[in-house]
């Protein structure tokens, strides 16, 4: 192999942002299975809200994909599947925010922190981290059939 090629790899700061989006996911989503109209309530930035939103199949959803998200960090290039099921997962929460809660709850710096941050954010890095995963998958891919 000439010494000026670049090999691709899957450094730890990418492990460690698996690990960290699959805990914070997983924590945001207790907020809306545990806390969930008290929680709606804080979002809506008015104390006389009424929470009519179910907001413990969202939460469940949400819990589910942060722990999934969070064992892909262990084996990301063999448990790429997992990095995709984030993805689509943090896509489907993004979508169940616009069509579930933002109707009640309306804009304000809570919702769009909620979808900014909590999803779309999210939904970048993950990518980043799902192409990288690729890439170093193909390039070892290449090594094994030489």
Not at 65 to 93: D, R, T
Not at 112 to 131: A, D, E, S
Request: charged share 10%; aromatic share 20%; glycine share 6%.
């Amino acid at each position: 192999m000439d010494k000026n090629s670049i090999t691709p790899s899957f450094p730890m700061p990418l492990r460690g942002l698996l690990l960290l989006t699959g805990m914070y996911t997983f924590a945001w989503s207790a907020f809306f299975r545990y806390f969930g109209e008290d929680f709606l309530k804080w979002l809506s930035m008015n104390p006389d809200y009424l929470a009519e939103s179910n907001t413990n199949v969202f939460g469940i959803f949400g819990m589910i994909l942060g722990f999934l998200i969070f064992m892909s960090a262990f084996y990301p290039i063999s448990w790429q599947y997992l990095i995709l099921v984030g993805i689509v997962g943090h896509l489907a929460l993004l979508v169940w925010v616009f069509i579930a809660f933002i109707p009640d709850l309306g804009w304000n710096k809570r919702t769009v922190f909620q979808i900014g941050f909590n999803q779309i954010i999210w939904l970048v890095l993950l990518t980043i981290v799902y192409l990288r995963s690729v890439k170093v998958k193909k390039y070892l891919q290449t090594l094994e059939s030489k």
